[in-house]
């Protein structure tokens, strides 16, 4: 009986949260919240920073309890008074990437993050949780936000010019925006559709200048077009393009392109990428994300990619936090898709090489990733897509061609067919035993295909379809 009494509590709950109007608790603008993650492989911390408040809520207004992927952590928005939840997000670190490395057993390190949550009307509880390899949480911290807090520190327009690349849909003309104190639209907008950007209905992506100089902006907006281009270039992205905003933000460098530690060059930038992240040659990517946030504010942002200004291949992705690209290397294209598939629908890499320090997806757990699996509960991800008889684990089919070795078209569409086909293959999350990936070959595993394969495609869709539906 008290089992029973417990489940309807539950649902009732549920329910409740997923009745909530955005309107009953929150009041349309953004509270940005800065915290220290820090600590080593042993005992990891966090501490609360600072708060802002910005004028505009850029991100879901339903569905605000719901979570459309574990993450590696999560940040729950309760109301103080009567502990209902009213919104959740999930999300990776690179701090959590750091503590894979040995570096994390010999000393202490600390990461700066932000989040956005929407202002809530108001007191509410916040709690912030990391989780270790298991799902389990292994640190947490619970902190009460009153909206009247005179510490709370309003932020809006820093002078740092932007415009629309693409806007998938506007107000219409009889309808404002809300308020953009100091709007700096300076660039007409691409694509077929002017405007105000509905940022309501769409979800709102922001690219950021890394390492370009006041004389180099033009090429800035160039390379973002191109960032769009590519992008949208494959599916499902392709059919989803209603369903984005992109906005280029035009924050100026002093010094052109990144620091390269392994070279002694240090560059003064807005975000402070480098390469050597790790003490990895081509890992390019920031510890500060308090900068990056920075550099964002007044601008409406949901999904963040930094774009820096070099030819040398790196860059990275981290789910719900940022994607890091390079501009001009000869595999831009294909590397920024597959980073977007990191930071955007949480997608893990395909690819193996069993030298980790510490393996990220131990046998006795499900991977929350939705393209990766351990078969501990595999009927929760891709069971219903394979095909009736097919062998698991799925053996590679033989006649396809090494991504190493194509010589002409003919082998080529042969690579990318092998997209296609789905099933359990064995090796993926940087190990080649006991974690299985969808697809013999897939963007998230190699550069040489143009495809994602119907599992990531599927995943890309149901992400959007989370944060677009109503």
Known sequence: MKQKILIIAALLVSMAAVAQSFDDFFDGRTLRLDYVFAGNHDAQQIYLEQMYVTPQWAGRRSRLADVPLKGNGQIQVKDHATGQVLFVHTFSTLFQEWLATEEATKVS??????????????????????????GKVVTSLTHTVDPTDILIRHIGDNGIPYHYIWKGKTLPANEKAADQPGRRDYMPTEGPLGGEPDITECIDLAIVAEGYTREQMGKFYGDCQR?????????????????????????????????????????????????????????????????????????????????VNSDTYGGGGIYNQLTVTTSDHPTFHQ???????????????????????????????????????????????????????????????????????????KEQRMLDAATQRVGVFEGGGYQSKGVYRPAQECRMKINEVQNFCPVCSRAIQRITDFYTSH
């Open 227 to 307: 960032v769009v281009d590519a992008l949208f270039a494959h599916e499902p992205f392709t059919s989803l393009k209603d369903r984005f905003n992109v906005v280029a933000v035009a924050a100026e460098s002093l010094t052109s392109g990144p620091s390269v530690p392994h070279l002694g060059r240090w560059s003064s930038t807005p975000v402070g990428t480098h390469y050597d992240t790790f003490y990895s040659d081509r890992y390019l990517m920031t510890q500060d994300i308090h900068r990056l946030y920075d550099v964002l504010s007044g601008v409406p942002f949901e999904h963040i990619i930094v774009l």
């Open 109 to 134: 390190k600390a990461f700066a993050t932000s989040y956005n949550v929407p202002m809530p009307k108001q007191p509410v509880d916040v709690n912030v949780s990391l989780l270790d390899f298991h």
């Open 335 to 409: 590397v920024m898709v597959h980073e977007f598939g990191h930071a955007y629908a949480g997608l893990g890499d395909e690819y193996f090489y069993d030298d980790a320090y510490e393996s990220m997806y131990p046998s006795d757990t499900e991977p929350w990733e939705p393209n990766l699996t351990t078969l501990v509960d595999f009927q929760s991800k891709w069971a219903d897509m394979v095909p009736k008889g097919t062998t698991i684990p799925t053996p590679p089919d033989p006649k396809v061609p090494n991504y190493r070795k194509i010589t002409n078209e």
